[in-house]
């Protein structure tokens, strides 16, 4: 299982439309490549990403932090 | 993602010696096949794969693995150590992973000096991108590379060795199956990702902590309520540690439960046959009296007043007797009046008309005169006293009286003779009735014995054991109810102390609107939803996979037995209340069946592995080189053969050394098997390659080369 289908699994949580009021037609557009406007899945994609890449957990933490921060 | 494999060659590497061009096996996507008789470089072979992933090697002699260090000696080919002073042996493998091709090459210089080997280790790595070769350097990236061919967590799935396939899968423990599913489903991305968001989210408690410590130094108030919640928050840490610890031991618990109450419903069998086996004991023993009763009455019935059975066949000699008796009558009655009475001719005068004439003086046979004492009335008065009666025969009784009386005597039992026969006919058939009673309880009592040894029983019928079995079910039990007992409480007390720390949370954000706090507030927020979906996620999974694997599992099971004489049964999986899962092979009656052949046992793992890469997210398929020596010692051709079509669709690339396709009488050394197969190769119905190891000549196993004839490339 690549990072890209633990990104697209977790966008079939029903708690993104019932806790972000995310329509499920913007989450089946979502892509692993590109940039989310929903804050929740661009902190996914930023954690799975970063993994990949293999970057350190704090490194990964103030990336994500950042990222909540100044979206 | 995976890796290919495209070639594997040896250089003076064990039964491989020579150059690694002339000891290289080209591999394909599908199913490699290496076909060799025993010790002609099968284990060796995968000997040279360990060596690269995990340098080790397999010691036939120890039975268990071996640092390369310790074994380079064995490693080197025996011709190349006996013919030359200084020679390199070496293993390479070329492999592709996402387009980058990759070589890898372990090698050791062996040097003599005094008859000493000076061995210098090597191990290089080439990176092929884009046609430009570029030499990995450092150690960890090689490393790092290697693990790219066979990651370490799929290698006791992907390196395969003999009867290492019945512990594929551990299906002893509740876990064992999901791990084995977490690891080949690959869902340890989603496991990494949640871990790392559930350190995050403890990171960013802190951090929260700190801020609102920071903005509020001067507040009391709010500097105790942080001082309560990280209290509580310490006591759930520390609660989730104690729970992890009671899980363990409620599945423990559970696991030894579950072993003991198979034991226990085997105990209930046990006690039942039990039951029956001194029932039949006792009857017979009871038939056995009686038999012998009858056997020592024989004793008896010989001398019996009525029917004695020592008469048995005199019957004969009864009508020998009475003729015997008669006759000797007649003989006696003759003799006596042959020897003494005087006979007459026929016609003679009768007594009555002697003494006329007599009185007459006149012979009326020839009509003269016969006057008183004259010569022919002397003859007259002679003819007319001559001895006649038999009283006055002093013989005449002899022997009469004597066989009389014997008749007399045994006429009752001359009667009853027939009688006898018929009694002993019976007698007979009684105790033939008996034996086969016996028997057929005999055999009755030795299938309950069977039957009983088959639940566990011993000969001794000891049923100490089935005590103890009962003891420690009732403890496991026992033990359960404890555990979940402790688990609810403590689940309880979580429960309260979150519920304690939102109330606390809720006033700390009333009491204050610092931006730092807020921001680190919302962070925290976040990483506790973060913790969440991919906590979901994974366990949404998992119970997709479980509820996929029955089905999945079977279908696979089937291919592989198919055409199978015995039926292997039907594969059932029940997921536990703790969320993992219990492997267990059913009858068409649903009954548990244990006690299956190797053969069956492997198929089993097999087909789990294979229904859990066929749940897999993504690419249903292992994606790297799945590796076998000699996986087949058990199996049967059908097995076998099955497992040639079946293993393709599930494993990307396999390489399976066996020698149940070699036959050395042939000329290409095939058996039917193996034609078969390579016919299929050829046509294309099986994807890969197909190689037949040979040896050179004949040799010392130390001398012994291997070559190599490519039959499927």
Not at chain 2, 99 to 104: G, H, L
Not at chain 2, 583 to 592: G, H, L
Request: hydrophobic share 35%; glycine share 4%.
């Amino acid at each position: 299982m690549t990072a890209e289908d633990v990104f697209n699994e977790t966008l079939k949580s029903p708690e993104l439309q019932e806790i972000y009021n995310i329509p499920i037609d913007e989450i089946k557009n979502e892509s692993y490549y590109s940039k989310s406007k929903h804050e929740i899945i661009e902190v996914i994609r930023t954690l799975l990403i970063s993994k990949h890449n293999l970057r350190s957990n704090d490194a990964i933490y103030n990336i994500i932090k950042r990222h909540i921060i100044e979206f | 993602m995976g890796a290919i494999i495209e070639s594997i060659s040896f250089k003076n590497f064990y039964n491989y010696y020579g150059n690694y061009k002339n000891n290289i096996y080209r591999f394909k996507r599908g199913i490699n096949i290496i076909n060799a008789d025993n010790n002609m470089g099968k284990s060796k072979f995968y000997n040279g794969v360990l060596w690269i992933v995990q340098d080790q090697v397999y010691d036939a002699d120890l039975k268990r693995l071996r640092s390369v260090d310790e074994s380079y000696i064995l490693m080197a080919s025996g011709k190349a150590k006996n013919e030359e002073h200084k020679f390199t042996m070496g293993v390479k493998i070329v492999f592709y992973e996402q387009e980058i091709k990759y070589t890898v090459l372990k090698e050791v210089k062996f040097q003599k000096d005094n008859n000493t080997w000076n061995l210098l280790p090597s191990f290089n790595l080439l990176q092929t991108e884009d046609n430009k070769d570029i030499s990995i350097l450092d150690i960890k990236e090689k490393e790092k590379i290697v693990d790219k061919l066979i990651p370490e967590e799929l290698k006791r799935y992907a390196l395969l060795q003999g009867e290492s396939l019945e512990e594929l899968v551990d299906l002893s423990s509740k876990s064992g199956l999901a791990s084995t599913i977490e690891t080949l489903v690959g869902i340890n991305t989603l496991i990494n990702a949640y871990e790392t968001s559930s350190n995050f989210v403890k990171r960013s408690s802190k951090d929260l902590a700190d801020a609102e410590k920071a903005a509020n130094a001067e507040n009391q108030k709010v500097l105790e309520l942080l001082q309560k919640k990280e209290g509580l928050e310490k006591r759930i840490e520390n609660a989730q540690d104690c729970l992890e610890k009671y899980q363990h031991e409620l599945e423990e618990a559970e696991n030894t439960k579950q072993t003991l109450e198979a034991h226990l419903m085997n105990a209930k069998k046990r006690e039942q046959y039990k039951s029956v086996m001194d029932k039949l004991e006792y009857q017979i023993n009871e038939k056995k009296k009686k038999k012998d009763n009858l056997e020592k009455s024989i004793t008896t019935e010989m001398f019996s007043d009525d029917y004695p059975w020592l008469l048995t066949g005199m019957g004969e000699y009864i009508l020998d007797y009475s003729s015997s008796r008669i006759e000797l009558v007649k003989q006696t009655v003759k003799r006596d009046w042959i020897s003494e009475a005087i006979m007459l001719p026929k016609g003679s005068p009768d007594s009555q008309s002697l003494r006329e004439m007599l009185e007459e003086g006149y012979c009326r046979v020839c009509g003269r005169s016969a006057k008183r004492d004259s010569e022919a009335w002397l003859h007259i008065k002679k003819v007319l006293e001559r001895p006649t009666s038999k009283e006055e025969n002093p013989r005449k009784n002899d022997f009469s009286d004597f066989f009389s009386n014997i008749q007399i005597e045994t006429s009752p039992f001359v009667q009853n003779l027939e009688k006898v026969g018929e009694i002993i006919k019976n007698y007979r058939q009684d105790i033939l009735d008996l034996d086969m009673q016996i028997k057929i309880l005999e055999e009755e009592k030795e299938g309950a014995e069977l039957e009983f040894i088959n639940a566990g029983g011993i000969n001794n019928k000891d049923d100490s054991s089935d005590s103890k079995t009962i003891s420690d079910f009732t403890y496991a039990g026992r033990t359960i109810d404890q555990k979940t007992e402790d688990i609810n409480k403590v689940k309880e007390n979580i429960s309260l102390w979150e519920r304690e720390i939102k109330s606390i949370e809720n006033k700390l954000t009333d009491k204050h609107s610092d931006e730092n706090v807020n921001k680190h507030r919302h962070v925290n927020s976040m990483m506790k939803q973060l913790e969440l979906l991919f906590k979901n996620t994974k366990e949404r999974i998992f119970n997709e996979i479980i509820a996929a694997l029955e089905k999945n599992a079977n279908e696979k099971y089937k291919e592989l037995t198919y055409g199978n004489l015995t039926s292997g049964g039907k594969l059932e999986f029940k997921k536990q209340t703790d969320g993992t899962v219990l492997v267990s092979i059913r009858d068409v009656n649903n009954n548990k069946i244990t006690g299956l052949g190797t053969g069956f046992q492997r198929m089993k793992q097999l087909s789990i592995v294979m229904a859990i890469i066929s749940s897999k997210i993504g690419n249903k398929q292992f994606d790297f080189p799945f590796i076998s020596d000699a996986p087949f010692s058990e199996f049967g051709n059908n097995f076998i053969n099955n497992f040639f079509i079946v293993a393709p669709k599930v494993f990307t690339q396999s390489i399976i050394l066996i020698k149940e396709l070699y036959d050395p009488r042939t000329e290409n050394f095939l058996n039917n098997l193996g034609d078969q197969i390579l016919e299929k190769m050829k046509k294309g119905d099986i994807p890969g390659t197909f190689y037949v190891n040979v040896i050179k000549e004949k040799a010392d196993t130390a001398n012994l080369v291997t070559d190599n004839k490519c039959y499927k490339l």
